[in-house]
């Protein structure tokens, strides 16, 4: 079945490491993004990418970064710059052209750091 | 600068009942797109409607209706004869296209609770 997928559901860290949440896509989609959400709060865009080899930050990068060397995988790693990681973390595709396209949502990743 | 404000932030209805969700957004382009989505309790958010900005006809899908306002800025979203499996949180969002790409801004989302 064609979709996105984010590994892991779960994911837990201690305070200073960085940790990498994996994203990939089989929709052949070009474009690709990462959001985050807190509780109660709508989502907020971090990094997108239009096309492999390429990507922007979004409103807020700080304390992200991450990498598309591949079409369908798209992760982002959350350093230990960011002060505040404990949030719910979605990434999304979408076909890349003139017209804004719907985004195509994975099942995201809750990150909690202690 | 783009903007989308969902003032209400959690309803509560009883099943059979009908409900609207509000929508109001701020953006200086002309030509721009209105998303809603939906995320259930599992996480997920799912496509629910696209409006282009020149398209002001309301649209209705089984339960499911809008109403585009362009005059006063808003794209309400409406269940109809709602059902518990509507429970989930509503987004709405915006994208001005162009060089943006599909950069959504969202709103704050309505909690939409639907008791039996």
Redesign the interface.
Known sequence: DGGITQSPKYLFRKEGQNVTLSCEQNLNHD?M?W?RQDP??????IY?S?IVNDFQK?DIAEGYSVSREKKESFPLTVTSAQKNPTA?Y?C?S?P?G???????????T?LTVT | AQKVTQAQTEISVVEKEDVTLDCVYETRDTTYYLFWYKQPPSGELVFLIRRNSFDEQNEISGRYSWNFQKSTSSFNFTITASQVVDSAVYFCALSGGGAAGNKLTFGGGTRVLVKP
């Open positions: 474009a993004y959001y109660g709060q709508g989502l907020r865009l997108y239009q979004g719910f979605l999304a979408s890349r003139g017209l804004p396209y719907e985004q195509y949502f994975g099942p995201g809750r």
